[in-house]
């Protein structure tokens, strides 16, 4: 998401990255890796218990979990992932985002 960050922006999107990990962690890591868009710490799990993050205990944790939500605060696309390889390209949530958004 780094990498298209601006496709992002230029579609009235901010991406939010939740991480499961405390809030020091966290920033250590955004800080090392540079990375433009929001990390949001949540280690006692709240916010992604809220949208139904999965949980499988053999994929040792939570499963990916990619969401679109509109200013509003609908969620306009959702893709629960099978396994840490299972996330949708920048392009394909580029083009949700397109979709959800009437002025395209």
């Known amino acids: 998401m780094r990498r ?3 496709k992002f922006v230029e579609r009235e999107t901010e991406i939010v990255s939740i991480a499961p990990e405390d ?3 966290v920033r ?10 929001v990390g ?29 939500v509109d200013k ?9 992932g099978s ?6 390209t920048n392009a394909a949530i580029l083009e949700e985002i397109s979709q959800a958004d009437p002025t395209g």
């Open 40 to 68: 949001l710490a949540d280690p006692e799990h709240e916010v992604a218990d809220r949208y139904g993050q999965p949980v499988r205990l053999l994929k040792l944790g939570r499963l990916p979990l990619q969401l679109v």
């Open 28 to 37: 250590s890591y955004w800080k090392k890796e540079r990375l433009p868009f």
């Open 83 to 88: 396994s840490m390889r299972d996330i949708p």
């Open 4 to 6: 298209d960050y601006r």
């Open 72 to 80: 509003a605060g609908t969620v306009r696309y959702r893709h629960d």
């Open 23 to 25: 809030l020091e962690t």
